[in-house]
């Protein structure tokens, strides 16, 4: 089906954040007041349709360029 921008659509997006742990509650509510805003603004959509979830991902399960996150801060924290 077509969207039909000239009306509201009410499409369930579920948007997924993965972040390292340690974020505060507040700092995950005003993401995703940012977040809902931004869908409610682009899309059309009503915001009760819309669903974030957040994933706290521990450094130690986080890998970057085929290392483990928490192993490259080890590094840098002993290179200073």
């Known amino acids: ?3 039909n921008s000239t009306r509201k659509e009410n499409y369930m997006p579920v948007i997924n954040i993965s972040m390292f ?3 505060s509650d507040e700092a995950k509510q ?3 007041k940012d977040v809902t805003d931004s869908l409610v603004k682009n899309t059309g959509v009503d ?3 819309i669903y ?3 994933e706290d991902v ?3 399960n ?3 360029a085929g290392e483990l996150y928490a192993e490259t ?3 840098q924290g002993s290179s200073t």
Request: no cysteine; glycine share 0%.
């Open 1 to 3: 089906t077509k969207l």
């Open 21 to 23: 742990e340690a974020r």
């Open 30 to 32: 005003k993401i995703a």
């Open 47 to 49: 915001p009760n349709y």
């Open 52 to 54: 974030i979830i957040f």
């Open 58 to 60: 521990a450094t130690k």
């Open 62 to 64: 986080w890998a970057i």
């Open 73 to 75: 801060v080890k590094k």
